[in-house]
């Protein structure tokens, strides 16, 4: 599915958004299996956006 660079713009801001979120509301929270599985996944939730975009830039690449 191919998204426009808008599209693309506003899922990194979100990601990037999320991201800092995530790092502030975990900042000074126990150091547990939760906390941290939590905030692994929620980490890797973004990495797995990332990629999804990634998969839509590459095809780009072979028009230039």
Do not use: H
Not at 2 to 29: C, H, P, V, W
Not at 43 to 60: C, F, N, S
């Amino acid at each position: 599915m191919s998204k426009t660079a808008n599209d693309i713009i506003k899922t990194l801001e979100t990601i990037a958004a999320d991201m800092r979120n995530d790092a502030s509301n975990f900042d000074g929270q126990p150091f547990t299996g939760k906390t941290v599985g939590t905030y692994f996944g929620y980490q890797g939730a973004a990495i797995a956006a990332l990629a999804e975009i990634v998969k839509d830039l590459v095809p780009e690449q072979d028009k230039q």
